[in-house]
């Protein structure tokens, strides 16, 4: 069910990115929510497993929710309130994934039933719709049409690249499904790129593939993508192994596990996620992206050295989760000011994907690592120098990923303005128009 929601997600998130901005945000988010409220009351309403993919399926329509609401909010609002609003709608991706979690732990203690998850799915896609209902609506900002062929192909060549990641422990990393599908995966997007480039309104622009900007975006994506899951699901595994048996751990119920442990990480995005916009429009989105990754690095080596006691695990926890927060809030920015105003949903629909990609690489290797050479017993369990090495790789990524936003991005230069520059700005956005867009 996990791997047929993802596969999906990477095929409808681009479409749906594009069709956003060829035809306006606001009936494509409507459109949208229908889907996931339909396929939220179908896995709600059913025991049988055809038709609960099949509701799996209908939510992961929800992955493109993102890119479309990023694409919308420079429609709405005025410029000096944009990098703000991008910061918190970006930063909220990671509160929201923490929060499901810590719900997730409350519902299904005790053996609860799992069709509760998905009316509360339904009841929120309900709340979104209604008020996604409110919004003007606006004209695409795009011209031409879908690019059927190019949103086939890039779909066939993610789903080659992701299934091996989602099921490359049970098929075994160098079997031949494995090695199959990776080797296709790169032939297929190779050929993306090539047929791009001879179309006339190509679902993703050559530029989008080789900005350096938009590329080390994206690299930075995929690290913050595998830095959330890895945190979650290796701080589980830790907190929940019985020390009696294993020599570390907490023995802690799925429910303290996160409640206790991870819920105070995924709450502080609540602050965190507006800090980051701050950190953004003071320092601008390079410098926020490289006080996320140094933030999550410093939390993962805190999780490797120190993880005997309950506070430890919660103060490393939360200092990955919020550079994880700092890092979403920071690009949407990046994105934004890199692209024309037509390809914003393409570009951060990438973006998503990439992410996406970077959760699969995180929950296929702390997988990996907890089910090599586990400690012999009813119920193997992962040595502690196994999750050390999950949470000593993250920090390696972590400073690798510092190091390249800070050397390979520009600096962006601030325009200088006039006081009576600043204040015409201050009186077209009090009056709710279009402030003018000036140069450095």
């Known amino acids: 069910m996990?791997?047929?929601?993802?596969?999906?997600?990477?095929v409808f998130t681009p479409m749906l990115g594009r069709l956003g901005d060829l035809h306006g945000r606001r009936p494509v988010i409507l459109g949208v929510l229908i889907v996931v409220l339909l396929g939220s009351v179908l896995a709600a309403t059913t025991s049988s497993l055809p038709l609960l993919l099949a509701g799996r399926v209908a939510q992961a329509a929800s992955f493109g929710l993102f890119p479309l609401a990023i694409g919308l909010l420079p429609e709405e609002l005025p410029p000096?309130?944009?990098?703000?609003?991008?910061?918190?709608?970006?930063?909220?991706l990671s509160v929201g994934a923490g929060f499901g979690l810590a719900v997730t732990g409350l519902l299904m203690r005790d053996g609860g039933d799992y069709h509760q998850l998905f009316w509360l799915a339904a009841a929120l896609t309900a709340v979104g719709l209604a008020g996604v209902w409110l919004l003007p609506r606006r004209a695409g900002v795009a011209t031409g049409g879908l690019d059927w062929a190019g949103?086939?192909?890039?779909?066939?060549?993610?789903?080659?690249?992701?299934?091996?990641?989602?099921?490359?422990?049970?098929?075994?990393?160098?079997s031949v499904p494995v090695l199959g599908c990776l080797t296709g995966a790169v032939i297929v997007l190779v050929g993306v790129v090539r047929f791009e480039r001879r179309v006339t309104h190509p679902l993703v622009s050559t530029r989008m593939l080789t900005h350096r900007a938009i590329v080390v975006a994206n690299a930075a994506g995929?690290?913050?993508?595998?830095?959330?899951?890895?945190?979650?699901?290796?701080?589980?595994?830790?907190?929940?192994?019985?020390?009696?048996?294993?020599?570390?751990g907490f023995g802690a119920?799925?429910?303290?596990?996160?409640?206790?442990?991870?819920?105070?990480?995924?709450?502080?995005?609540?602050?965190?996620?507006?800090?980051?916009?701050?950190?953004v429009a003071r320092f601008g989105a390079k410098s926020t992206l490289v006080i996320a990754a140094v933030l999550a690095g410093a939390g993962f080596t805190m999780l490797a050295a120190l993880h005997a006691s309950t506070w430890q695990?919660?103060?490393?926890?939360?200092?990955?989760?919020?550079?994880?927060?700092?890092?979403?809030?920071?690009l949407p920015a990046l994105i934004v000011a890199q692209v024309e105003p037509a390809e914003t949903g393409i570009a951060n629909s990438v973006n998503s994907i990439a992410r996406s990609v970077g959760m699969?690489?995180?929950?296929?290797?702390?997988?990996?690592?907890?089910?090599?050479?586990?400690?012999?017993g009813p119920v193997p369990l992962p040595r502690e120098s196994q999750l050390v090495t999950v949470f000593m790789v993250g920090a390696a990524l972590a400073a690798i990923a510092a190091v390249v936003v800070?050397?390979?991005?520009?600096?962006?230069?601030?325009?200088?303005?006039?006081?009576?520059?600043?204040?015409?700005?201050?009186?077209?956005?009090?009056?709710?128009?279009?402030?003018?867009?000036?140069?450095?």
């Not at 949103?151 to 160098?174: D, H, K, R, Y």
């Not at 690290?223 to 192994?241: C, D």
């Not at 695990?313 to 920071?330: C, E, K, P, S």
């Open 360 to 376: 699969s690489l995180g929950t296929a290797f702390v997988v990996t690592m907890m089910t090599r050479n586990p400690i012999a």
């Open 406 to 440: 800070a050397r390979a991005l520009p600096r962006a230069q601030p325009p200088k303005l006039t006081v009576p520059e600043v204040e015409a700005d201050e009186v077209y956005g009090a009056a709710g128009l279009d402030v003018p867009v000036r140069q450095p």
């Open 151 to 174: 949103a086939a192909l890039l779909g066939l060549g993610l789903v080659l690249l992701l299934l091996p990641l989602e099921e490359g422990n049970g098929w075994g990393w160098g």
């Open 80 to 92: 000096q309130r944009l990098t703000g609003a991008m910061a918190l709608v970006s930063g909220m």
């Open 222 to 248: 995929l690290f913050l993508g595998f830095s959330m899951f890895a945190v979650f699901l290796a701080v589980s595994a830790l907190v929940q192994t019985p020390p009696a048996v294993a020599g570390y």
């Open 2 to 10: 996990v791997t047929a929601n993802l596969l999906a997600a990477t």
């Open 253 to 279: 119920s799925v429910l303290a596990a996160s409640l206790v442990y991870l819920l105070p990480g995924t709450a502080g995005g609540i602050i965190s996620a507006p800090l980051g916009g701050r950190l």
């Open 313 to 330: 695990v919660i103060v490393g926890a939360l200092m990955v989760n919020t550079g994880v927060t700092f890092g979403y809030a920071a």
